[in-house]
């Protein structure tokens, strides 16, 4: 994102209309926008990397089967407020204020999402946030900084909770809202709105926050407001499986399936999140001149083993183009690790980065040339 704030001068952010994440993206999103409107641009970047380093797997067990595990059995909590979600909200919260005359202080906990939306967008324009979760009633929950009327949140997101809009004039606060969408089953408990229900992690039901995206585009050509101009879709993932299918999709390769049992395959087809953010990613070649979408992807090192579970084939399918491509990415890292290979790390989780990884993320993601495409 800060990337994206000089591109040959040209701050992308000053002509995007909306930004939709979900899970880590989510928290992503926001807490970028937090750190945007609260500290001064010099120091946005330290600030940004304590993020990056801030180690919330260790506040997730030790709540889990610490506090919350006996809160849960006696019903209350033992001190203070929350559980291990409120925690890792509030970490961010004071590491996006520290410095500022509201460190120390909870506003990110007490502001309104829409409210906080509104206060960035005094002094300069920033684009609609939507934050994306799932629910428990098998319908998107979906927090839109922008207001809509019942009628036009029901005509823009389809099968979607309104999770901000409560009974008597209640709603979330900014960081309420976007904890909805980083809720990994029995890692987070699911969150509990009242008078909507239970909702979890974005990623179970679309890993990309594009359809939300895409709904809010086609909801907006409806009224003409996007009429004449050409639109950019940047979809930004971290994921292996995403950045091998969009460097393969276009290969015609012929594998040995592996055998898997009939159980096996069922689970492995229900586990997989990444269906809508393959196609997704090839949407642009179906809508023609008028809309483009530009990816940029997290580049991983790709083994055999790595290759064979991507494919589900017993060996590497044989191909010289495949070939060719899986040696240029993976040179491209080794050519970087290179420089000092005790320095990089391929992040392996996102929840506890090392300094390593931090430096894997900062200095890899170069190699993606759609940047280039975006200037």
């Known amino acids: 994102m800060e990337k994206c704030r000089d591109l040959n001068g040209k701050d992308l952010l000053a002509c995007t209309v909306a930004i939709s994440g979900v899970s880590g993206g989510s928290i992503g999103n926001a807490v970028y926008a937090a750190i945007n409107h609260e500290q001064l641009p010099e120091r946005r970047k330290a600030i940004i990397d304590s993020v990056g380093l801030g180690n919330f797997l260790t506040v997730d067990l030790a709540y889990m089967f610490g506090h919350d595990m006996f809160a849960n059995l006696m019903g209350t909590w033992l001190f203070g407020k929350g ?42 324009n920033y684009p609609v946030l939507l934050i994306n979760s799932s629910g428990k009633n098998s319908r998107k929950g979906v927090a839109a900084s922008l207001k809509f009327s019942e009628a036009e949140f029901k005509a823009c997101f389809k099968n979607t909770d309104d999770i901000l809009s ?9 960081l309420e809202a976007t904890s909805t969408s980083n809720r990994f089953p029995v890692l987070s ?4 709105i009242p008078g ?9 039901f679309e890993n990309s926050g594009m359809q939300s995206l895409m709904e809010f585009y086609e909801f907006l050509l409806k009224d003409k407001l996007l009429e004449g ?29 592996k055998e898997s049992s009939e159980l096996g395959a069922v689970i ?51 191909s010289s183009r495949l070939d060719s491509l899986i040696k240029t990415n993976n040179e491209s ?7 000092n290979p005790f320095n990089y790390l391929e992040p392996p989780l996102s929840r ?24």
């Open 166 to 174: 409560l009974a008597n004039n209640q709603t979330l606060s900014y």
């Open 83 to 124: 559980d291990r979600a409120y925690r890792s909200m509030k970490s961010y919260q004071d590491m996006v204020l520290a410095g500022t005359d509201f460190q120390g202080t909870n506003k990110l906990l007490n502001t309104s999402f829409r409210g906080y939306w509104q206060e960035m967008n005094r002094d300069k």
């Open 333 to 339: 890292i080794k050519k970087i690790r290179s420089q």
């Open 229 to 257: 101009k050409k639109i950019v879709f940047i979809q930004i993932s971290n994921s292996g499986g995403v950045s091998l299918h969009n460097l393969t999709k276009d290969l015609v390769l012929d594998k040995e399936i």
């Open 268 to 318: 492995n087809t229900k586990l997989s999140l990444d269906f809508l953010p393959y196609y997704y990613s090839d949407f642009s070649e179906i809508q023609g001149d008028t809309l483009k979408i530009v990816r940029i992807d997290m580049p991983h090192f790709y083994t055999d083993e790595k290759l064979k579970a991507f494919f589900d084939s017993k060996l590497v399918p044989q």
């Open 189 to 192: 408990p699911a969150a509990k």
């Open 196 to 204: 909507k229900g239970h909702y979890v992690d974005g990623g179970y």
């Open 352 to 375: 506890l980065l090392s300094r390593q990884s931090l430096n894997y993320m900062k200095d890899c993601i170069l190699i993606d040339n759609s940047f280039n495409q975006l200037k």
